[in-house]
């Protein structure tokens, strides 16, 4: 089995269903399951175009917090509740999807609806398994260094640029960290997800994530080691993990210099 690394996150077969106009006779309910529905709009408009666009369907979202989607919809699924329609949040969640047999192949629905997968682009390969797509790329993410000015100020530290290495990422967040208990200011946050913390080893080394041989991942793995635990300038993964707090409200406290996020 082959799966390439995904930069995008992957919506399982509600696109193939958007571009064709329905033929059922009789009302349909897409139960669809998705994470930060509220705060997330772009999601609010895509489904209301959908239903303008076909009428006699109507989506019932099933909404759930980022940090635990992945979990979740473990649960969902194998308790067997009746989702037609969601993402897959990253790669190993995908891979995961397929190993199990919990989602449909769609080439067969894309031949029979002719869809026209060339806007796609080579995306399209980084969704293929064995050759046979099982979900189509949702959307495409950037990813951002944020950082508090009010922070960098205090500790008389320059502000980043944008040709900044990680190897100057590492000291600035040593430079930014100080202090103990619940009063430290942290240097930066490594969230918990998988590609925070390979993102340095695979922008280097490119791999299979599926397959392996997985030396692509070691050099992310040794920066998170030392930021985290060495240095101390961010909190571990455990205790990030036990927190389960978003990203975002944690960076919003005021006590952590960068985070990186895409």
């Known amino acids: ?56 369907i109507k989506v019932e979202v099933y909404d759930m917090p980022a940090s635990e989607y992945p979990d979740k919809m473990l649960i969902v699924l194998a308790g067997g509740e009746d989702i037609d329609v969601f993402y897959a949040k990253d790669p190993t969640m995908y891979g995961g999807l397929v190993l199990r047999k919990q989602i449909m192949p769609l080439d067969d629905l894309i031949a029979r609806d002719a869809v026209d997968l060339a806007g796609y682009g080579g995306n399209l390969e980084n969704v293929k398994i064995d050759d046979t797509v099982y979900g189509l790329p949702y959307r495409g993410d950037f990813w951002i260094l944020f950082y508090n000015k009010d922070i960098f100020d205090n500790f008389g530290v320059a502000y980043p640029t944008n040709d900044m290495t990680w190897e100057e990422f590492v ?15 942290y240097g930066t946050y490594i969230h918990t997800w998988a590609s925070t913390y390979f993102m340095y080893g695979l922008q280097k080394h490119m791999g299979d994530l599926v397959e392996g041989p997985y030396e ?13 635990l060495v240095d101390k300038s961010a909190a571990d993964y455990a205790t990030n993990r036990a927190m389960g707090a978003h990203y975002r409200g944690l960076f919003e406290q005021g006590n952590i210099g960068m985070l990186y996020m895409g």
């Open 1 to 56: 089995m082959r799966k390439k690394l995904l930069g995008v996150c992957v919506l399982v077969t509600l696109l193939s269903l958007m571009i064709v106009p329905s033929v059922q006779a009789q009302p349909i309910t897409l139960k669809f399951a998705c994470w930060d529905y509220e705060l997330n709009g772009y999601d609010m408009t895509l489904i209301a175009e959908f239903e303008k666009a076909n009428p006699d």
């Open 216 to 228: 692509m991942l070691k050099d992310g793995l040794e920066l998170a080691h030392q930021i985290q």
């Open 171 to 185: 000291k600035t967040a040593k430079l930014l960290t100080s202090g103990e208990g619940a009063s430290k200011t």
